[in-house]
Protein backbone atom coordinates (compact mmCIF):
# COMPACT_ATOMS: atom_id res chain seq x y z
CA UNK A 1 0.00 0.00 0.00
CA UNK A 2 2.74 2.07 0.47
CA UNK A 3 3.83 2.95 -3.39
CA UNK A 4 0.25 3.06 -4.27
CA UNK A 5 -1.98 5.46 -4.76
CA UNK A 6 -5.18 7.19 -7.11
CA UNK A 7 -4.92 10.52 -8.83
CA UNK A 8 -8.07 12.02 -9.70
CA UNK A 9 -7.87 15.23 -12.05
CA UNK A 10 -5.70 14.90 -14.87
CA UNK A 11 -5.48 18.45 -16.35
CA UNK A 12 -2.15 19.90 -17.24
CA UNK A 13 -1.04 19.88 -13.61
CA UNK A 14 -2.47 16.66 -12.75
CA UNK A 15 -1.17 14.81 -15.94
CA UNK A 16 2.66 16.05 -15.35
CA UNK A 17 2.09 15.41 -11.29
CA UNK A 18 0.62 11.98 -12.13
CA UNK A 19 3.48 11.04 -14.88
CA UNK A 20 6.60 11.95 -12.08
CA UNK A 21 4.67 9.33 -9.56
CA UNK A 22 4.66 6.62 -12.02
CA UNK A 23 8.17 7.43 -13.12
CA UNK A 24 8.76 7.18 -9.40
CA UNK A 25 7.41 3.67 -9.01
CA UNK A 26 3.93 4.61 -7.88
CA UNK A 27 1.52 2.18 -9.00
CA UNK A 28 -1.00 4.47 -9.87
CA UNK A 29 -4.71 4.65 -10.37
CA UNK A 30 -6.27 7.67 -12.04
CA UNK A 31 -9.31 9.03 -12.83
CA UNK A 32 -10.72 11.88 -15.18
CA UNK A 33 -14.19 12.97 -16.27
CA UNK A 34 -12.49 13.43 -19.87
CA UNK A 35 -11.77 9.31 -19.87
CA UNK A 36 -9.52 10.11 -22.92
CA UNK A 37 -6.86 12.17 -21.06
CA UNK A 38 -5.99 9.05 -18.86
CA UNK A 39 -4.28 7.34 -22.30
CA UNK A 40 -0.72 8.24 -21.86
CA UNK A 41 -0.43 7.41 -18.14
CA UNK A 42 -2.38 3.86 -18.57
CA UNK A 43 0.22 3.50 -21.81
CA UNK A 44 2.87 3.94 -18.66
CA UNK A 45 1.69 1.58 -16.36
CA UNK A 46 -0.93 3.37 -14.63
CA UNK A 47 -4.23 2.12 -14.11
CA UNK A 48 -7.70 3.85 -15.06
CA UNK A 49 -10.57 3.80 -13.23
CA UNK A 50 -14.28 4.02 -14.32
CA UNK A 51 -15.33 6.18 -11.35
CA UNK A 52 -13.32 9.15 -9.57
CA UNK A 53 -15.05 6.72 -5.94
CA UNK A 54 -12.64 3.64 -7.88
CA UNK A 55 -9.72 5.96 -7.45
CA UNK A 56 -10.16 4.95 -3.67
CA UNK A 57 -9.46 1.93 -1.66
CA UNK A 58 -9.98 1.70 2.59
CA UNK A 59 -6.22 2.93 3.83
CA UNK A 60 -5.10 4.07 0.60
CA UNK A 61 -3.76 7.56 -0.86
CA UNK A 62 -5.31 9.81 -2.94
CA UNK A 63 -4.34 13.09 -4.92
CA UNK A 64 -6.52 15.33 -6.22
CA UNK A 65 -5.71 18.16 -8.53
CA UNK A 66 -9.14 19.95 -9.38
CA UNK A 67 -10.36 23.43 -10.55
CA UNK A 68 -12.13 24.73 -7.37
CA UNK A 69 -14.11 24.12 -4.05
CA UNK A 70 -17.11 22.14 -5.83
CA UNK A 71 -15.38 19.93 -8.17
CA UNK A 72 -13.03 18.99 -4.71
CA UNK A 73 -16.44 18.43 -2.96
CA UNK A 74 -17.84 16.71 -5.39
CA UNK A 75 -15.47 13.64 -5.41
CA UNK A 76 -14.83 13.41 -1.50
CA UNK A 77 -18.83 14.00 -0.46
CA UNK A 78 -21.27 10.67 -0.22
CA UNK A 79 -22.03 7.17 0.25
CA UNK A 80 -19.14 6.60 -2.42
CA UNK A 81 -17.22 9.66 -1.94
CA UNK A 82 -13.44 9.90 -1.22
CA UNK A 83 -13.95 10.30 2.73
CA UNK A 84 -16.08 7.07 2.91
CA UNK A 85 -14.12 5.17 0.77
CA UNK A 86 -10.99 5.77 2.32
CA UNK A 87 -11.31 4.96 5.45
CA UNK A 88 -9.90 3.29 7.72
CA UNK A 89 -7.20 5.54 7.86
CA UNK A 90 -6.73 6.33 4.19
CA UNK A 91 -5.35 9.98 3.29
CA UNK A 92 -7.43 12.44 0.81
CA UNK A 93 -4.42 14.90 -0.47
CA UNK A 94 -5.79 17.93 -1.84
CA UNK A 95 -4.09 19.78 -4.28
CA UNK A 96 -6.14 22.14 -5.72
CA UNK A 97 -6.14 25.79 -4.46
CA UNK A 98 -9.43 26.19 -2.84
CA UNK A 99 -10.77 28.59 0.12
CA UNK A 100 -9.45 27.45 3.62
CA UNK A 101 -12.71 27.67 4.75
CA UNK A 102 -13.91 24.87 2.55
CA UNK A 103 -10.22 22.67 3.86
CA UNK A 104 -11.60 23.01 7.11
CA UNK A 105 -15.00 21.43 6.52
CA UNK A 106 -13.23 18.74 4.34
CA UNK A 107 -11.42 17.80 6.99
CA UNK A 108 -14.01 17.49 9.59
CA UNK A 109 -15.85 15.29 7.36
CA UNK A 110 -13.13 13.02 6.35
CA UNK A 111 -12.60 12.94 10.68
CA UNK A 112 -16.27 11.76 11.27
CA UNK A 113 -15.96 9.32 8.20
CA UNK A 114 -12.39 7.93 9.88
CA UNK A 115 -10.06 9.06 6.60
CA UNK A 116 -8.10 12.02 6.48
CA UNK A 117 -7.51 15.05 5.03
CA UNK A 118 -3.94 16.59 3.98
CA UNK A 119 -3.87 20.06 1.99
CA UNK A 120 -1.06 20.03 -0.25
CA UNK A 121 -1.63 23.04 -2.75
CA UNK A 122 1.66 23.43 -4.72
CA UNK A 123 3.38 26.49 -6.96
CA UNK A 124 4.91 25.93 -9.93
CA UNK A 125 3.24 26.16 -13.99
CA UNK A 126 3.16 22.74 -16.12
CA UNK A 127 6.16 23.01 -17.27
CA UNK A 128 7.26 23.16 -13.50
CA UNK A 129 5.74 20.03 -12.67
CA UNK A 130 6.94 17.86 -15.57
CA UNK A 131 10.74 18.82 -14.30
CA UNK A 132 9.32 18.04 -10.51
CA UNK A 133 10.31 21.43 -9.63
CA UNK A 134 7.18 22.47 -7.73
CA UNK A 135 6.95 24.05 -4.43
CA UNK A 136 4.71 21.47 -2.28
CA UNK A 137 2.70 22.93 0.54
CA UNK A 138 1.57 20.89 2.92
CA UNK A 139 -0.51 20.71 6.33
CA UNK A 140 -2.75 18.40 8.04
CA UNK A 141 -1.75 15.42 10.59
CA UNK A 142 1.88 15.09 11.24
CA UNK A 143 1.51 10.96 10.79
CA UNK A 144 0.16 11.48 7.15
CA UNK A 145 2.45 14.02 6.21
CA UNK A 146 5.11 11.29 6.83
CA UNK A 147 3.44 8.56 5.11
CA UNK A 148 2.89 10.84 2.16
CA UNK A 149 6.39 12.73 2.18
CA UNK A 150 7.90 10.36 -0.49
CA UNK A 151 5.54 10.84 -3.21
CA UNK A 152 5.63 14.47 -2.39
CA UNK A 153 9.51 14.31 -3.14
CA UNK A 154 9.12 12.49 -6.13
CA UNK A 155 7.31 15.43 -7.57
CA UNK A 156 8.72 18.51 -6.35
CA UNK A 157 12.16 20.10 -5.34
CA UNK A 158 10.83 21.60 -2.18
CA UNK A 159 8.23 21.16 0.60
CA UNK A 160 7.22 23.40 3.21
CA UNK A 161 4.72 22.46 6.49
CA UNK A 162 2.64 24.71 7.73
CA UNK A 163 1.79 22.55 10.51
CA UNK A 164 -1.20 20.67 11.57
CA UNK A 165 -3.83 22.99 11.00
CA UNK A 166 -5.90 21.69 8.05
CA UNK A 167 -6.06 25.05 6.25
CA UNK A 168 -2.66 26.49 6.55
CA UNK A 169 -1.88 25.63 3.44
CA UNK A 170 -4.29 26.61 1.52
CA UNK A 171 -4.31 30.01 3.00
CA UNK A 172 -0.20 30.03 2.27
CA UNK A 173 -1.09 29.07 -1.42
CA UNK A 174 -3.66 32.16 -1.74
CA UNK A 175 -0.82 34.50 -0.13
CA UNK A 176 1.34 33.15 -2.97
CA UNK A 177 -0.85 34.00 -5.82
CA UNK A 178 -2.05 37.23 -4.29
CA UNK A 179 1.84 38.29 -4.66
CA UNK A 180 2.13 36.35 -8.11
CA UNK A 181 -0.89 38.22 -9.40
CA UNK A 182 0.23 41.77 -7.61
CA UNK A 183 3.48 41.43 -9.53
CA UNK A 184 2.25 40.64 -12.82
CA UNK A 185 0.42 43.84 -12.35
CA UNK A 186 3.30 46.40 -10.72
CA UNK A 187 5.58 44.82 -13.99
CA UNK A 188 3.06 45.54 -16.52
CA UNK A 189 3.13 49.03 -15.26
CA UNK A 190 6.42 49.82 -14.72
CA UNK A 191 7.14 48.49 -18.30
CA UNK A 192 4.00 50.37 -19.88
CA UNK A 193 5.38 53.58 -18.42
CA UNK A 194 9.07 52.67 -19.96
CA UNK A 195 7.33 51.89 -23.19
CA UNK A 196 5.56 55.32 -23.21
CA UNK A 197 8.78 56.80 -22.08
CA UNK A 198 10.59 55.82 -25.24
CA UNK A 199 12.54 53.10 -23.34
CA UNK A 200 12.61 49.54 -24.78
CA UNK A 201 10.53 47.24 -22.47
CA UNK A 202 12.14 44.59 -23.22
CA UNK A 203 15.92 45.61 -21.91
CA UNK A 204 14.30 46.94 -18.61
CA UNK A 205 12.91 43.69 -17.90
CA UNK A 206 15.94 42.08 -18.82
CA UNK A 207 17.84 44.53 -16.28
CA UNK A 208 15.05 43.89 -13.76
CA UNK A 209 14.83 40.24 -13.71
CA UNK A 210 18.74 40.10 -14.02
CA UNK A 211 19.52 42.06 -10.95
CA UNK A 212 16.68 43.92 -8.56
CA UNK A 213 14.21 40.81 -9.21
CA UNK A 214 16.34 38.18 -10.26
CA UNK A 215 13.62 35.24 -9.18
CA UNK A 216 11.61 32.68 -10.84
CA UNK A 217 8.00 34.80 -10.52
CA UNK A 218 9.79 38.28 -11.95
CA UNK A 219 11.61 36.46 -14.39
CA UNK A 220 9.16 34.12 -16.09
CA UNK A 221 6.28 36.39 -15.95
CA UNK A 222 8.54 39.22 -16.65
CA UNK A 223 9.31 38.04 -19.83
CA UNK A 224 5.30 37.05 -20.98
CA UNK A 225 4.62 40.85 -20.09
CA UNK A 226 7.52 42.50 -21.74
CA UNK A 227 6.79 40.44 -25.09
CA UNK A 228 3.28 40.72 -24.46
CA UNK A 229 3.21 37.08 -24.76
CA UNK A 230 -0.22 35.19 -23.32
CA UNK A 231 -0.37 31.73 -24.71
CA UNK A 232 -0.13 29.32 -24.41
CA UNK A 233 -1.20 29.48 -21.35
CA UNK A 234 -0.09 27.74 -18.68
CA UNK A 235 -3.13 29.21 -16.13
CA UNK A 236 -5.97 30.43 -17.49
CA UNK A 237 -7.63 33.88 -16.65
CA UNK A 238 -10.52 32.47 -15.21
CA UNK A 239 -8.65 30.10 -12.78
CA UNK A 240 -6.83 33.65 -11.63
CA UNK A 241 -10.13 35.19 -10.81
CA UNK A 242 -11.29 32.31 -9.03
CA UNK A 243 -8.15 32.44 -7.03
CA UNK A 244 -8.58 36.02 -6.25
CA UNK A 245 -11.45 35.72 -5.26
CA UNK A 246 -10.69 33.66 -2.32
CA UNK A 247 -8.18 35.77 -1.62
CA UNK A 248 -10.14 38.89 -0.95
CA UNK A 249 -13.08 36.15 0.77
CA UNK A 250 -10.14 34.60 3.12
CA UNK A 251 -8.77 38.45 4.20
CA UNK A 252 -12.58 39.39 5.18
CA UNK A 253 -12.73 36.52 7.15
CA UNK A 254 -9.81 38.15 8.60
CA UNK A 255 -10.65 41.39 8.67
CA UNK A 256 -7.19 41.92 6.55
CA UNK A 257 -7.69 44.84 4.23
CA UNK A 258 -5.81 43.75 1.04
CA UNK A 259 -6.72 46.70 -1.64
CA UNK A 260 -4.10 45.50 -4.00
CA UNK A 261 -5.84 42.07 -4.49
CA UNK A 262 -9.16 44.00 -4.98
CA UNK A 263 -7.43 45.92 -7.85
CA UNK A 264 -5.73 42.97 -9.78
CA UNK A 265 -9.19 41.27 -9.00
CA UNK A 266 -11.48 44.18 -11.28
CA UNK A 267 -8.14 43.76 -13.74
CA UNK A 268 -8.71 39.75 -14.36
CA UNK A 269 -12.55 40.76 -14.48
CA UNK A 270 -12.16 43.06 -17.23
CA UNK A 271 -10.27 41.06 -19.33
CA UNK A 272 -12.76 38.11 -18.88
CA UNK A 273 -15.07 41.05 -20.25
CA UNK A 274 -13.20 41.49 -22.91
CA UNK A 275 -13.41 38.13 -24.07
CA UNK A 276 -9.75 37.09 -23.08
CA UNK A 277 -10.56 33.60 -21.41
CA UNK A 278 -8.39 31.39 -23.21
CA UNK A 279 -4.96 33.77 -22.33
CA UNK A 280 -2.53 32.95 -19.22
CA UNK A 281 -3.27 34.74 -16.55
CA UNK A 282 -0.21 36.71 -16.93
CA UNK A 283 -2.41 38.69 -19.90
CA UNK A 284 -4.34 40.54 -17.01
CA UNK A 285 -1.36 42.88 -17.96
CA UNK A 286 -3.12 44.16 -21.09
CA UNK A 287 -5.72 46.30 -19.08
CA UNK A 288 -2.66 48.42 -18.51
CA UNK A 289 -1.95 48.85 -22.19
CA UNK A 290 -5.39 49.04 -22.76
CA UNK A 291 -5.67 52.36 -20.58
CA UNK A 292 -2.17 53.54 -21.76
CA UNK A 293 -3.74 53.50 -25.15
CA UNK A 294 -1.27 50.81 -26.46
CA UNK A 295 -2.25 48.08 -28.78
Known sequence: MANEAGFIGLGAMGMAIS?????????????????????????????????????????GIVFTMLSDDSAVRSVTEGDNGLA???????????????????????????????????ASPVFGRPENAEKKQLVVCVSGAGAAKERVRPMHEAIGRAIYDFGETPDAANVAKLAGNFLIGAAIESMAEAFTMA????????????????????????QNYGS???????LPAGFKLPLGLKDFDLVLTTASEARAPMPIAGLVKNRLLAALAKGREELDWSGLALGVLDEAGIK
Request: glycine residues 8%.
Open 19 to 59: ANLVAAGTKLCVYNRTAAKAAPLVAKGAVQARTAGEAAVPG
Open 84 to 118: ARLAPGGIHVSMSTISPATARELARYHAERGSIYL
Open 195 to 218: EKSGVDRLKLAQMLTQTLFASPVF
Open 224 to 230: MVAEKRH
